[in-house]
């Protein structure tokens, strides 16, 4: 009887702590990072896929071609470094361009992405970044 109580004990143990997305091989202890999810991409098969797909649709959306004193469109590209926190909200840390302008626009655009399901490591929500190239 005493064996099978202590059986029963280390399942229960075992269970208690298991963790989603994490690993143990040996030494090493692994943990699986998942990217955020984008409101509508749920039930999505390849949520990475979906993600970029709807990106790219906010996107062509939502862009706006500034125009300079003169009145002709500025052409030129922006790179915006941002990250998903653990919110899920998109906050931009930077954006680089020799123009302000597209500075300002490609901000604008990152900064009005949807709230989505944030990124994880190990189960718990993470702040994900990502470097977005823009090309006006």
Same mark, same amino acid.
């Given at each position: 009887?005493?064996?099978?109580?202590?059986?029963a004990l280390m399942f229960t143990g075992l269970s208690t702590f298991a963790q989603d997305d994490v690993s143990?091989?040996?030494?090493?202890?692994?943990?699986? $990072?998942?990217?955020?999810?984008?409101?509508?991409?749920?039930? +999505?098969?390849?949520?990475?896929?979906?993600?970029?797909?709807?990106?790219?649709?906010?996107?062509? $959306? %939502?862009?706006? #071609?500034?125009? %300079?004193?003169?009145?002709?469109?500025?052409?030129?590209?922006?790179?915006?470094?941002? $990250?998903? %926190?653990?919110?899920? %909200?998109?906050?931009?840390?930077?954006?680089? +361009? &020799? #123009?302000?302008?597209? &500075? &300002?626009?490609? /901000?604008?655009?990152?900064?009005?992405i949807p709230t989505m399901t944030p990124g994880k490591l190990g189960g718990k929500a993470k702040a994900i /970044? #990502?470097?977005?190239?823009?090309?006006?």
């Open positions: 009887m005493k064996k099978l109580f202590i059986i143990v091989k040996g030494n090493s202890v692994t943990m699986k $990072e998942t990217a955020p999810v984008w409101t509508g991409c749920e039930d +999505s098969s390849d949520t990475k896929a979906c993600f970029n797909k709807m990106l790219m649709q906010h996107i062509k $959306e %939502n862009i706006k #071609y500034s125009k %300079n004193s003169k009145g002709e469109w500025i052409r030129g590209k922006a790179i915006v470094k941002m $990250e998903v %926190n653990e919110e899920g %909200n998109v906050v931009v840390n930077s954006v680089d +361009s &020799k #123009y302000p302008e597209l &500075k &300002k626009e490609a /901000k604008r655009l990152m900064e009005s /970044k #990502y470097t977005i190239p823009l090309t006006f």
